[in-house]
């Protein structure tokens, strides 16, 4: 099952199963939160409801993609692509530090910083240095806590394209400071296009994830990439993580964090900027991954 948020000629948004023929929309006011919190039935039943009798058949090109999840709970990125964390240090004469094997690491974004796969993402306030990264994430479908990572499987609903959009030069001034970034990351993170069901990416399992080539261009330069298949810890160690002393709920965003060569920082500290200059006003990045589909966001003032 492929899920979207949409909008279609300025009306409320809706919720529908992308199919061949368009997106059939579920009825007014549902939304894809609503199909979580169970472990499937609810999402079974609005597929069939969706196949046989929907509100309406939207063609996808004349609907404006919202992210899946619009307003998420909560969000998650993690660091789980030992290649990106090992270039990026590498590049700054750093070894790797042990402790990156023995936990997944992560930090809280902004849920009312959700962007579409298609809108345009304005520059941070104060930044010149605007970065992108080439993400998946996993939207928590079932509740818990203190789940095991065999548990943590099934309490996936589905995955999606993610950039973590990055301000360099804020978030490098912030962390000097021992919390996180901050600024640097809760101006935008895009979303979408759609919520792709685990069953959809079975017959591509590899090694902790799918292989799933994920690839980023710049104004139609290839910058990025890379493979799903590589991430060192997978997303159900990455929600059991999450889920300790704590509890997740479903639409909780789960990033994966910066795939291998991923983003402009990694790229530079490798190649120069000259070759990786930051992004500027106009520029258009384009996230694929294969499986879950294209998200492209014009940078603007």
């Not at 930051?278 to 991954?289: I, K």
């Given at each position: 099952m492929r899920w979207v948020t949409y909008n279609h000629q300025g009306g409320d948004d809706r919720v529908g199963l992308l199919m061949d023929d368009g997106i059939?929309?579920?009825?007014?006011g549902v939304e894809l939160v609503n199909l979580l919190g169970d472990r499937g039935e609810r999402m079974r039943a609005a597929l069939d409801w969706a196949t046989n009798q929907p509100a309406e058949i939207?063609?996808?090109e004349q609907a404006a993609l919202r992210p899946p999840i619009p307003r998420p709970p909560s969000v998650r990125d993690f660091s789980a692509f030992e290649q990106h964390v090992r270039a990026a240090?590498?590049?700054r004469g750093q070894e790797m530090d042990p402790d990156r094997y023995e936990r997944p690491v992560f930090?809280?974004?902004n849920p009312a910083a959700m962007v579409g796969p298609n809108d345009e993402v304005k520059v941070a306030p104060g930044s010149a240095a605007l970065d992108f990264e080439l993400e998946v994430a996993a939207v928590v479908g079932l509740g818990g806590h203190d789940l095991t990572p065999a548990e943590a499987e099934g309490h996936i609903a589905g995955f999606t394209v993610m950039n973590d959009w990055s301000a360099r030069d804020l978030q490098a001034q912030e962390m000097r400071h021992g919390l996180g970034p901050a600024k640097g990351k809760d101006f935008a993170t895009s979303l979408g296009p759609a919520l792709v069901t685990p069953d959809e990416l079975e017959p591509y399992r590899k090694n902790k994830a799918y292989e799933l080539v994920m690839t980023a261009r710049v104004n139609g330069r290839e910058y990025s990439r890379g493979n799903l298949s590589d991430v060192h810890w997978s997303f159900a160690e990455m929600v059991a993580y999450a889920s300790r002393g704590t509890e997740l709920v479903p639409g909780d965003v789960i990033g994966s964090g910066t795939c291998g060569t991923g983003c402009i920082l990694e790229l530079s500290l490798t190649h120069g900027t000259e070759a990786y200059p930051?992004?500027?006003?106009?520029?258009?990045?384009?996230?694929?991954?294969a499986g879950l589909g294209t998200i492209a966001n014009r940078v603007i003032v």
């Open positions: 059939h929309a579920l009825a007014a939207v063609a996808l240090r590498a590049g930090y809280f974004s930051w992004l500027r006003p106009g520029d258009v990045v384009e996230l694929s991954v």
